[in-house]
């Protein structure tokens, strides 16, 4: 063994390898808790705004979502196909964010501003999809990454479905009620604004 050798032996236990290294399934948590907490913000504000006063059936169906963003993220968090369905995931995400929110282009007297859109998608996507890509995950052996994997998202999935079976009625009588009360409003400004 030469003496350069050794030396840069010595030198890699001083100073760790510049990126961090994560396990594929700490990896998929951390993201799904990304997308479910920051991505979905505007979603989360409107079912705040809904179930508020349901505080029981607001904590149910958040749980529900958070079960079923994590079992996305853990069903694929596989060597070779993880990171760049992660980094798609992130971006996809972030423009849906950005299209969908209060002010956004879907809703009324909205437009589309360049540079707005820009600056969004590279902190809420760019950002984490290039932080995703830069550090090292760590993937196990076939079978102990599908046994890791299978024992997060078969549970994760049981209570979202177990959520959805229960609440999906409620709140989506919710929805509709609230719907109608938004509409009764809309119509009612309407006949007040026909009148001479």
């Known amino acids: 063994m030469s003496f350069r050798s050794v030396q840069g032996r010595s030198a890699q236990r001083r100073f760790p390898a510049a990126r961090p290294a994560f396990g594929s399934l700490t990896v998929s948590l951390a993201t799904g808790l990304y997308l479910f907490l920051v991505t979905s913000r ?33 069903a694929v968090s596989w060597k070779r196909v993880m990171k ?12 849906a964010a ?9 809703r009324p007297h909205a437009s589309v501003q360049p540079l707005s859109l820009a600056v969004h998608m590279l902190v809420f996507g760019g950002l984490p999809a290039a932080l995703l890509l830069w550090v090292k995950v760590v993937h196990r052996p076939f079978f102990w990454q599908l046994r890791g994997n299978l024992a997060i998202a078969v549970p994760m999935l049981a209570v979202a479905l177990a959520i959805a079976l229960t609440h999906a009625t409620k709140y989506a009588l919710i929805v509709e009620e609230d719907l109608k009360l938004a509409d009764g409003g809309n119509a009612a400004g309407a006949s007040i604004i026909r009148r001479p």
């Not at 705040?48 to 994590?70: E, K, N, S």
């Not at 760049?84 to 423009?95: G, T």
């Not at 950005?98 to 879907?106: A, H, I, N, P």
């Open 84 to 95: 760049p369905l992660f980094a798609a995931l992130l971006l996809l995400a972030a423009a």
């Open 42 to 74: 505007d979603f989360w504000m409107e079912s705040w705004a809904l179930l508020g006063a349901r505080p029981g059936t607001l904590v149910l169906v958040t749980g529900g979502f958070l079960c079923l963003f994590i079992v996305t993220c853990v």
């Open 98 to 106: 950005w299209f969908m929110d209060e002010d956004g282009v879907f």
